[in-house]
């Protein structure tokens, strides 16, 4: 059995490399990183699929060193939109799995999701009266906050700007306590929102996007700020998610994605989960 591994920076669809001797009798899955040696280094590759006729000269092919997963952490579909892509951009194999792939899972790391430490509000906390810490505007701005939303992630509170010492004060005093989850996709606390009535024009446009829910189908909606383009979303949304379906919702800006996933939250009661450019590698690969 001979690997076919795509390598990154590579212009070739992928190298031919013999399995390593320690995976002797085992089967391998496309979609596996595997690590290889590649002229002075050794680099991490995805495995597109295996062959008994290679190439190149058997007696010429290295060994691969490592198999890093058991299980793919690319499914069968994504593996052909990726091969998809390669042909129709012309663009190295290698290069679109890279692009697939989180930045940890490039460098080898391991695909399973890590705990990470949030501050959460203690029931003491959910009771004061914050007008009490006015004469600390930090703490006070913090757990107003946190009697909104409950938990907030270490890598939330370094971008919303809150200060050490506004942290270490109120877990001091009992308001605060620091706790640790596997996915960092709570639950909206609030009470659930129920959906509100379309009106004429809205239960127009509902039924149209309905109709086309089965097949690719693009909808412009056009109104007003105000006229209830957001409501026509959610209630098909809804639809999508009763049918076990998943919604990739697309916002403008960073800045609107805490106020819309907590929204979302408290709409639908499920887990939400944001991708974007202020995650740190460890919460992209969570995610």
Known sequence: MILKIALANIQHDYFEYLPPPSSAGETLTPGIRIKVPLRNKQVIGVLVGTTSSPQTDVTKLKPALEIIDRTPLLSTTIIKLCQWASNYYHHPLGDVFVAALPNLLRQGKGAQVSQEFFLQITELGTTIDTQAIKRAPQQQKLLTYLQHHKVISKAELSRLNFSTAAIKNLVAKDYLTQTSQDIPVPISD?????????????????????KKLNQYHCFLLAGITGSGKTEIYLQTIAQLIDKKKQVLILAPEIGLTPQLVQHLRQRFQKAIVSLHSGLTDRERLNT
């Open 190 to 210: 609030l009470s659930q929102q129920a959906p509100l009535t379309l009106n004429a024009d809205q239960h127009k446009a509902y039924l149209a996007i309905e």
